[in-house]
């Protein structure tokens, strides 16, 4: 049952204390979120929007205590690494593949699928045990780049239309359409800049009024609205399904996909003419001998670097959703992205998961190798400032409790592109991570650009724009300078994209 965990809620006002009570246990006066936004000292009255600070202010135990995503299956219930290889290792590989996730996956999927089959995929744990198990799995077909659209459109084709056709499993794929929210004309603008961009793919777009959309979405606020734009075939990914599907498919092909099989060190030796060049991958059940690695192993991407003398510059951070409790009328909806507010309404069911990108993330810099199937407690403090414009924008979360909390790691890049291609130190070891918060939707286009990469020596598309050697190799050793990066690019990941836009971070003289 909704708010267990917190049967009384005070809110205090200027003039006094009054206890108040939570919906659903109680009297049905004050919903779950409502509180959040109470003890943020933020005060909301629906239709008259935005959200006002004021003195008044909830005070409560933590809201929910229950971590867990809101996925029905996960590869978690598999047993972990104490089990041991689920398969014996083989002496060599044309490619060996560190990290089960979703790059992991989609990489050696590709890559089989190109041709290249004596390929080994080694995952220290179960599958998508790093960050996959708990995306939230959004896939939006339209971005402000013509490769990044490609990219897209080549994972939404893989998850609901080449894996099941190959293997006659369905990936768990839910087509529920995508809807951007405009709040100013500057916004709207963007969005049609989007559309213009997306007809040349054929992809289908609609603007609409604020009437328009509140047809199409009756729970929706639309009191502040100047638009929204529509994408009918956007929808949602289920991690377990899509990893599973994938290696099923590159199985089949000849592929060998290994659990349970934590790689200990990589072993790299200079060549007659000084070239440094990868030579085997070492694990505690056995070394295979290759010449090249690809580094899919999420935040931990920068472990498996420092073990070949490879710099990775991306940072581990906590990102975090929480998952409702039902809300009536909320089926079939389509999935939110409210720029202006920071954060997005996923469907679930017949709930929603909110989340959002904070001015105040918090970084994860002791980064665990233990970590597997594993959350972070959220932390409320920074979490709240996501549920103002959530409930902005659908009221009745107001009064809806919340279930768990979904708070994990991903990395991020000092300008909020993936990390790929061949590192500039050692010949023969590729990276396919720094993934942004993108890296289920944007994994089926970098696999396969990532697998054309390593059997042609270049990818097909223009890749500079996530080419690792796009940054100067002084910078992708500073630590400083990756920091504040990366922190700027993850407050602004919501903010308009105007042409030639420049972070604003600087580094100390
Ligand atoms: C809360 C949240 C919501 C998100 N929502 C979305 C979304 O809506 N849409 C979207 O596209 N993206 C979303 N993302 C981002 C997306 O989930 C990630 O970008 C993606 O899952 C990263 O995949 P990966 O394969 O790079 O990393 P991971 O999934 O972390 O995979 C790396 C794997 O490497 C393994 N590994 C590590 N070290 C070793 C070793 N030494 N040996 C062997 N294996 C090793 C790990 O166990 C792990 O399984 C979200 C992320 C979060 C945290």
Redesign the pocket.
């Known amino acids: 049952m909704a708010f267990r965990t917190l049967p009384v809620c005070y809110v205090f006002l200027p003039a006094g204390v009054i206890p108040g009570v939570i919906p659903g246990v109680i009297s049905g006066v004050m919903g779950f979120f409502g509180c959040v936004a109470r003890r943020a000292g933020l005060r909301w009255s629906p239709g008259v929007s935005p959200l006002v600070r004021t003195s008044a202010r909830c005070y409560s135990s933590e809201p929910t205590k229950e971590k867990n995503v809101p996925y029905e299956k996960t590869l978690k219930e598999q047993g972990g690494a104490s089990a041991g290889p689920t398969k014996p290792l083989p002496r060599s590989a044309d490619a060996v593949v ?7 996956c989609q990489t050696i999927y590709h890559l089989a699928k190109m041709g290249m089959t004596n390929v080994v995929l ?4 179960r599958l ?5 198990w ?6 939006w077909q339209l971005r402000p780049s013509d490769v990044e659209v490609e990219l897209l459109a080549h994972t939404r084709n893989v998850i609901s239309k080449d894996l099941e056709e190959e293997t006659g499993l369905h990936t768990g794929w839910i087509q529920n359409g995508g809807l951007f929210i405009a709040s100013n004309k500057q916004r709207l603008d963007e969005y049609k800049r989007l559309m213009s961009l997306g007809k040349v793919y054929g992809i289908e777009s609609y603007v609409l009024s604020p009437a328009e959309t509140k047809d199409l979405y009756p729970l929706m606020n639309v009191d502040d609205l100047y638009g929204t734009l529509y994408v009918p075939k956007d929808g949602t990914m289920d991690p377990a399904g899509t990893c599973t599907t994938l290696t099923r498919a590159a199985s089949a092909r000849g592929a060998t996909v290994i659990e349970n ?3 200990t060190g990589i072993t790299v030796r200079e060549d007659e003419t000084g070239v440094r060049r990868v030579r085997a991958v070492e694990t505690e059940h056995g070394t295979i001998e290759t010449a090249c690695v690809v580094n ?5 991407a920068t ?2 670097g420092d073990m070949a003398g490879v710099k990775v510059p991306l940072i581990a951070m906590h ?3 929480v998952v409702t409790e039902r809300i009536e009328g909320i089926q079939n909806m389509p999935n939110v992205r409210d720029h202006d507010a920071s954060v997005y309404l ?1 469907l679930q069911g017949d709930a929603l998961s909110v ?1 959002g990108y904070e001015q105040n993330p918090i970084f994860w810099d002791k980064v665990s ?1 233990k970590f ?1 199937f594993s959350l972070f407690d959220l932390d409320w403090d920074v979490f709240s400032a996501n549920i103002e414009g959530a409930m902005n924008r659908v009221p009745a979360l107001e009064q809806t409790g919340i279930k768990s909390t ?5 990395s991020f890049t000092a300008d909020h592109k993936p990390l790929m291609g061949e590192a500039p130190e050692v010949r023969g070891f590729f990276l396919g ?1 720094g ?1 942004n ?7 089926g286009g970098c696999g396969r650009e990532l697998a054309h990469w390593i059997i042609h020596g270049r990818p097909e598309k223009d890749m500079y724009g996530y080419d690792i050697r796009r940054f100067h190799n002084s910078l992708t050793g500073n630590n400083q300078w990756i920091r504040e990066r990366s922190h700027e690019s993850y407050a602004k990941n919501y903010s308009v994209v105007f042409p030639f836009d420049e972070p604003l971070a600087i580094l100390p003289p």
């Open positions: 560190i990290g089960g996730g979703s790059l992991g080694l995952e220290r744990d998508t045990a790093g960050t996959t708990h995306t939230a799995g959004l896939l099989c934590p790689v899919c192993a999420g935040v931990w472990k498996l990102h975090a959703y996923r989340g190798d597997a979904v708070c994990g790691p991903e991570c993934f918060s993108a890296g289920m939707m944007l994994g």
